[in-house]
C-alpha cells in the first residue's frame, strides 16, 4: 500500500511543480510592465526552479553528507549526475534569458527594446552581468569530468548558482521597476532595513525548519535505500551463487 | 490439541518469497510478515487485495475540487464581488478561468493530504506508537513469518527448514486470552 500512496503523490506532485511555476510566471506575465509581459516566463521559470533547486540541493547534500557521514549512501556519482542537471538546466535558462533578448528586439515594441537594453547595459548592468555569468557561464565548467567529480568545485559551483538566481530575480523585479512610462517615475532601488530583514529572517526560517527535520528525522529514507541495496546486489548474490 | 504460533526467520526476500509460495500450496495459515523493507510482490504472494488508496484518492480530489468551486463561488461572487482591471466579478462561469490555479491546487492538497491519513490510518499508525514487531532484526536485515505451527510441529520444523528458513521460534498461544 505504501508504494502505491508514493505513487499517487509523485503523480500529483508533479503536474503541481509545473503548476506552481507556470502560475508564478503569471503573476508577472499578465502585467503590462516592459521585461515582465513575456510568454517565455512559464518553461523559464520551471526550468530556472529546477536549475535553483538543484543547486540548493546540491549545496545542502555536500554539508550534510559530510555531516552525518553518509558518503557510502550519497556517492560521488549522485553528485556528479546532479552536476549535469544543473549544467543542462542552466543551458536552458541561458536559452531563455537571449530568447528574451531576440524576441525584445523581432517584437519591434520600442519599450520593451528599452527595457532589455536598458536591463544589460543601464545602470543595473552589473546585476545582469552577475546572473549571466553565475547561472549561465559557470555550469558550463560541468563538461570537464574531472571538475564535476570535485566536491570542492561541486559546492563552490552550487553556491555561485544560488546567487546567481538571486541576482535573476533581482533584474526580473528591479530592472523592470526602476524605469516607468513617466520620467518622474523613474527611480533607483534602495533596499530599507525591512527588505533586508524579511531577507535575512527568510534564510533563518529555513534554515530552522531543515536543522529541526535533519534532526527529528532519519535523514535519508532507510527502508527505501535497503530495498535499492538489494536490487543492486543480485549482481553480487549471482556472482556469489555462481561459486558455491 | 491446542496449536502454536511460529515466528520463521529468514535472510533474504527471495528466499522469503518462495517459502511463502510453498507454505501457501500446503494451505498453512499465515498471520503476519515482518519485513525490513517493502518487498515486492509479496502482497501478490500472499493473496492479499489489492489496495483501493487511489480509487480513495480520487474520490478526495473530487472532494477539495467541490470544496474549491464552492469556496471561490462564496468570496469572489456571493460575498464581494470585485472590478478587477475592468472585469467584474459577477458571474461564476465567466470568471471561472482565474480560479482554475486555485481549483487544480486545492484537488491536489486534499487528494494527497487526505490519502496520506488514510494510509496512516488503515495501516494503524500514529506519533509516538509503540512498534508491533515481534523481533527487532525485522528492523535490520531479517524477515519474519509470524504463522501457525499446525498439528505436527517436527514435520513443520522439517519442512520449514528445506523452504530456506534461518531459525524457527514456537510461541506459546496463551488460550486463556482467548
Not at chain 1, 549526475?81 to 549544467?87: E, P, T
Not at chain 1, 535558462?93 to 533578448?101: K, M
Not at chain 2, 458571474?91 to 487526505?114: G, Q, R
Request: hydrophobic share 50%; net charge neutral; charged share 15%.
Amino acid at each position: 500500500m505504501s508504494i502505491e500512496v508514493s505513487l499517487v503523490l509523485a503523480g500529483l506532485a508533479t503536474p503541481l511543480v509545473l503548476s506552481v511555476h507556470t502560475i508564478v510566471s503569471y503573476d508577472f506575465a499578465t502585467s503590462v510592465i516592459p521585461g515582465w509581459h513575456t510568454t517565455i516566463f512559464p518553461p523559464y521559470f520551471v526550468a530556472g526552479a529546477i536549475f535553483s533547486g538543484f543547486a540548493m540541493v546540491q549545496t545542502l547534500l555536500i554539508i550534510m553528507r559530510k555531516v552525518s557521514r553518509l558518503e557510502s549512501y550519497i556517492t560521488l556519482q549522485h553528485i556528479e549526475l546532479m552536476n549535469i542537471i544543473i549544467m543542462i538546466t542552466g543551458s536552458i535558462v541561458g536559452c531563455a534569458y537571449i530568447t528574451e533578448l531576440f524576441i525584445a528586439w523581432y517584437s519591434g515594441v520600442e519599450y520593451e527594446q528599452y527595457a532589455f537594453l536598458n536591463r544589460a547595459t543601464g545602470p543595473y548592468w552589473w546585476a545582469y552581468f552577475f546572473m549571466m555569468t553565475f547561472n549561465v557561464v559557470s555550469p558550463q565548467i560541468m563538461w570537464f569530468k574531472k571538475l564535476r567529480t570535485s566536491l570542492i568545485v561541486s559546492f563552490i559551483i552550487s553556491i555561485v548558482v544560488n546567487i546567481g538566481m538571486w541576482f535573476e530575480r533581482f533584474v526580473i523585479i528591479v530592472t523592470s521597476l526602476h524605469r516607468d512610462f513617466l520620467p518622474s517615475s523613474l527611480t533607483m532601488f534602495s533596499p530599507t532595513f525591512i527588505d533586508i530583514g524579511i531577507f535575512i529572517g527568510s534564510i533563518g526560517f529555513f534554515l530552522l525548519l531543515f536543522l529541526l527535520y535533519a534532526r527529528s528525522f532519519p535523514v535519508i529514507a532507510q527502508a527505501e535505500v535497503k530495498s535499492i541495496l538489494k536490487s543492486s546486489g543480485e549482481n553480487y548474490k549471482k556472482l556469489r551463487d555462481s561459486h558455491e | 490439541m491446542s496449536k502454536n504460533n511460529l515466528h520463521v526467520l529468514f535472510d533474504d526476500d527471495d528466499i522469503l518469497l518462495n517459502a511463502i509460495k510453498k507454505i501457501k500450496e500446503k494451505k498453512y495459515h499465515i498471520n503476519e510478515v515482518y519485513t525490513p523493507f517493502p518487498v515486492h510482490g509479496l502482497d501478490k504472494a500472499l493473496g492479499l487485495k489489492p489496495t483501493r488508496i487511489s480509487i480513495l484518492a480520487f474520490i478526495y480530489g473530487c472532494i477539495g475540487f467541490t470544496v474549491a468551486v464552492l469556496m471561490m463561488n462564496y468570496i469572489m461572487i456571493d460575498d464581494w464581488p470585485q472590478n478587477i482591471g475592468g472585469k467584474p466579478s459577477f458571474s461564476f462561469i465567466e470568471n471561472m478561468p482565474a480560479f482554475v490555479p486555485i481549483m487544480f491546487e486545492m484537488t491536489v492538497f486534499f487528494a494527497a493530504h487526505l490519502m496520506v491519513l488514510t494510509f496512516y490510518m488503515r495501516s494503524k499508525l500514529w506519533p509516538f506508537k509503540k512498534a508491533e514487531n515481534p523481533n527487532i532484526l525485522t528492523t535490520d536485515n531479517m524477515f519474519l513469518i509470524d504463522m501457525e505451527s499446525g498439528d505436527n510441529l517436527n514435520k513443520m520444523k522439517v519442512f520449514l527448514k528445506k523452504t530456506g528458513a534461518v531459525s524457527i521460534e514456537v510461541i506459546e498461544r496463551d488460550d486463556s486470552e482467548k
